[in-house]
């Protein structure tokens, strides 16, 4: 569902991403870790075609993402660490202008069951975005990639700054996605959420995917340990 192969992307003598490779199938979640400036969103903005790399090939769902960006986009939704939604606009009447704007309709009933299912109570359907919490968005924007039928899920961290519990909700979506067989990447600096949730997981340093590894193959504590080592290895270099 997601091909990244050989990226890079240089900003004159700044190297953001260097051979960048890596697939994320049907069903499965990628967590990418890393320090600020590790290139996580840089990758996530070129699968979105938000940048143009410099070198290689992105793809979602087969389909180039450089060659074919309004296709590529039909088969996803990204959800950045603050979604925009209108604030003046309800739950219901943001899901129906999404959907619209991506070729969808649906009713009011059925615009409400998906928000339902999404997680978002029933009594939040008809209040203003502008009184909503950053997980009560959320939920909006896990709406939107059920009524679209999204088969790639792209998240800029996005159980930063969430309180246990909204962030464990958030993490319980995803699970569902992913056994609904969304492929999903997720930036995150969040190390027990990503072995929580991903099944598989890389470790970014300085644009390099250092580490790529199935989340099976380690504990908690050693995914610390090896993402640890990573990181110190960058600041004695």
Not at 42 to 48: A, E, G, H, S
Not at 53 to 61: D, Q, R
Request: hydrophobic fraction near 40%.
């Amino acid at each position: 569902m997601i091909t990244v192969e050989n990226i890079s992307k240089k900003y004159g003598d700044f190297t953001a991403l260097k051979d960048l490779s890596f697939e994320v199938k049907a069903g499965e979640i990628l967590c990418l870790l890393g320090a600020n400036g590790a290139g996580k969103s840089t990758t996530i903005n070129i699968l979105l075609n938000f940048i143009k790399p410099t070198s290689g090939i992105s793809k979602i769902n087969e389909v180039d993402v450089l060659k074919n960006p309004l296709k590529t986009k039909g088969f996803l939704t990204y959800i950045p660490e603050n979604l925009m939604l209108y604030p003046t606009f309800n739950a219901v009447e943001n899901l129906d202008y999404f959907t619209r704007l991506s070729g969808k309709k649906f009713n009011s009933k059925e615009l409400e069951q998906i928000l339902l299912e999404a997680g978002l109570e029933h009594g939040a359907h008809q209040k203003r975005i502008s009184t909503f919490s950053k997980g009560m968005r959320q939920k909006v924007g896990i709406a939107l990639a059920i009524a679209k039928d999204s088969k790639v899920l792209l998240l800029d961290e996005p159980t930063s700054g969430l309180d246990p519990k909204s962030s464990n909700e958030f993490i319980s979506l995803l699970t569902k996605m992913k056994n609904n067989g969304v492929a999903v990447l997720m930036a995150t600096h969040d190390l027990f959420r990503a072995k929580q949730v991903g099944t598989h997981i890389g470790i970014m340093r300085s644009g390099i995917l250092e580490n790529y590894s199935k989340s099976s193959n380690f504990s908690l504590k050693e995914l610390e340990s090896v993402y640890l080592d990573i990181m110190n290895f960058k600041n004695v270099n």
